[in-house]
């Protein structure tokens, strides 16, 4: 059940239209969970600041169960989400951040329980 939150000062005139949906797409493949339990966020428009500056920027914020906890399986995430945010956003590398966040499935709730009983 991977969660994926992108948050950029880019007005939202300048976030392709879809990119949500093509994010969704790209999670899935990237992390090898089924596209139906992706959920992706996408936040234009916000007050940021990266390394001092405020130009354009982006932050990713990659949360999952089981797929994000080692430096290895991490490393070769990032070159992929990096490949798609710096096309889609027309970003260089150094405006942009990824965190990836493990997740235990008892700390993720569904259908009124938490993913440990489902």
Known sequence: MPFVE???NLPADRVPAGLEKRLC????AILGKPEERVSVTVRPGLAMVLG???????????S???????????RGHSARFFEILT???????????????????WQVGKQGTVMTFL
């Open 52 to 62: 001092g500056s405020s130009e354009p920027c982006a932050q990713l914020c990659v």
């Open 25 to 28: 797409a790209a999670t899935a």
């Open 64 to 74: 999952s169960i089981g797929v994000v906890g080692s430096a290895e399986q991490n």
């Open 87 to 105: 096309k889609e956003l027309a970003l260089g590398q150094d405006r942009i951040l990824i965190r990836f966040c493990p997740l235990e499935p």
């Open 6 to 8: 992108l948050d950029t």
